[in-house]
């Protein structure tokens, strides 16, 4: 059942994106990994820019998910889609440092007017889960398979630390005004 619930300053919808399209996604980045590989220097530029595989972003596994999300959390000019994996955090924890997303210089001036993570396996806050920052403070957006956030583009966020053995595995989308 796809339900929107409306949590503080951002919306969840629930079961919106059907499990198949999950795990064709899933299926399309670990074949990838299988068949193509991934070098450690190549791992560690995606990891410090937080966009992982960005040659399957326009897969149509990807976009799928997209076009599963309601109508009117699609409209406006969509951006690259970001696929995000977090990884099990080694070493000392990291302080979580919250962000606004910055648009990409060819907007030209165009602002976000929503982004949209799609969780591809759970997101919990001891996996490194979404974590957002507003007037009552940090809160954890715990997410199922197939649920979506949308946030609005002048929420402060960021992805938790991972404590547990297993990865995080997520896409976003970005919309820009219109023009």
Not at 15 to 27: C, H, K, N, Q, S
Not at 147 to 157: E, T
Request: with cysteine.
């Amino acid at each position: 059942m796809i339900r929107s619930v409306t949590a503080g300053r951002f919306q969840l919808a629930r079961g919106v994106v059907p499990l198949e399209r999950i795990d064709a996604a899933l299926r399309t980045i670990h074949l990838d990994l299988l068949e193509r590989g991934a070098s450690a220097p190549e791992l560690g530029a995606w990891l410090w820019g937080m966009h992982w595989f960005p040659h399957l972003t326009y897969r149509e596994e990807i976009l799928a998910l997209a076009a599963a999300l309601p109508a009117d959390w699609r409209t406006g000019a969509r951006c690259d889609p970001q696929i995000l994996l977090q990884f099990p955090h080694v070493g000392p924890e990291p302080e979580v440092t919250f962000h606004l997303d910055q648009e990409p210089d060819w907007a030209e001036g165009r602002r976000y007017e929503r982004i949209v993570g799609v969780a591809l396996s759970p997101w919990r806050r001891d996996n490194g889960g979404l974590l957002v920052k507003g007037d009552a403070g940090e809160v954890a957006v715990e997410l199922d398979p197939g649920d979506a956030v949308l946030l609005p583009p002048d929420l402060l966020h960021s992805g938790g630390v991972n404590r547990t053995g297993a990865i995080r595995y997520g896409v976003y989308f970005r919309w820009l005004e219109e023009r």
